[in-house]
């Protein structure tokens, strides 16, 4: 079990940078972060070997998502928090451009998108985490990369909508 | 044989990017981007737009992980799964806010029954808090202010208790509310600043807190199981936001359990 707590607190800088990308919001992050690691030493029975790093990617991927459905209705108000501190990475405008970029996918496509280029993820593994073929992660990075570009480019596209 | 002429797909183009090519195919591709430049254009921006997430976020696994992250400290509360679960579920629903607020897009352009709420709110806050002898239709002391409440209402109100924050209840009063009949409670400090709590049905799904600021009031409001709630005084955020958790904390664990101790200091701890 020793080297199972290991892998956990190994992969706990990895998680918060994946995170972090995801919400694009540190407290945010390190909320999913916690839960993840809550979920993940309380499902310690149920973990029967294999990449513990992709299994607590799994388990961020998801509460995330949960998250994100859960906000049915997007009200106008200011959220909480807006007056937080930036975040240290520091605000230049190519990290703004890309987030912004970011905010626009939908988000199997980011998550698809930051497992892979962030995360450095196989296809297959990534495949594994989101629980679809590979075809289908595949699709998902071209549409990102895709979007990402034209936002980039200069188009400014319609804001995604609600499927 | 992998035939080294057969035509680049797009899919092989994003998986030459991610580095999980065969070495066999890869000087294929290589080949026909030097004769395809748009392609070549498509993977350079490709290759550009990885290295712009790796610049805004690499950086992160640097940092120092916050004292709550680490596994001792989790770990040290597994006793207490009951009072970890509630807390994290408090997290999750005031950070929910934050991240509706980044995937907002298609926001609606009629306001929503909470925001109309939130405006109720502060009107009524508004003009009761200038009233000096009659603030209030039933006073904190007698007896029949929350059953009272608590029928017309139509759930189990209790008045949380903010004396952390040098507020008293005063008392409350029954409103007409929008769709349903509403209870305001009215807080007031040692210095005199008021504070009110709105509360009504709502059909609005579980909200994150939001913060509204009209003139000189600020308003943070949110639903839970069918209600929903403002908490409306001087526009100050910190303090209304301290306030709506504090808040929270009391109502969400109006269910005894055996935990409720260590959830309110995890709680607490948090919030501090």
Known sequence: MGTFHQDIE???????????????????????????????????????????????YTILTNLNRNRLRSL??????TPIGDDDAPDSAGPEAGGRDIERALALLVEEQRTALLLVVLEGLTYREVAEIQGV??????????RARVQIKAYLDGERPALRRIK | MVDRNSPVTEDELHVYVDGELPADRREAVELW???????????????????AIRARYGSVVNEPVPDRLTLDRIMRNRRSWGAIAAAVAIVAFVVGGIAGWMARGAAAAAPSELEM?????????????????HPIEVRAEEQHLLPWLSRRVGTTLRAPDLSTFDLKLLGGRLLPGINAPAALFMYESGSGE????????????????RYKISDAFGALRWSEGGYGWVVTGPNDKPRLKAIAERMYEQLDLRTPS?????????ISRRGS
């Open chain 2, 258 to 266: 055996p935990s409720r101790s260590s959830a309110g200091q995890l």
């Open chain 1, 10 to 56: 190994a992969a706990i800088p990895a998680l918060r940078r994946y995170a972090r990308a995801l919400t694009r919001d540190g407290e945010t992050a390190d909320d999913l972060v916690q839960d993840t690691l809550v979920r993940a030493l309380r499902s310690e029975h149920l973990f029967h070997g294999g990449d513990v790093r992709s299994w607590l």
């Open chain 2, 194 to 209: 008021r504070i009110t709590i709105y509360v009504s049905r709502t059909t609005e799904p579980r909200t994150s807190f």
């Open chain 2, 33 to 51: 981007l030097a004769s395809h430049p748009e392609d070549a254009a498509r993977v350079a921006a490709w290759r550009a737009q990885a290295e």
């Open chain 2, 117 to 133: 709420f939130a405006n109720e709110a502060i009107s009524a806050h508004r003009l009761y808090i200038g009233e000096v002898r």
């Open chain 1, 133 to 142: 073929p590979i075809g289908t992660v595949m699709s998902r990075l071209a």
């Open chain 1, 72 to 77: 049915a209705r997007r009200p106008t108000l």
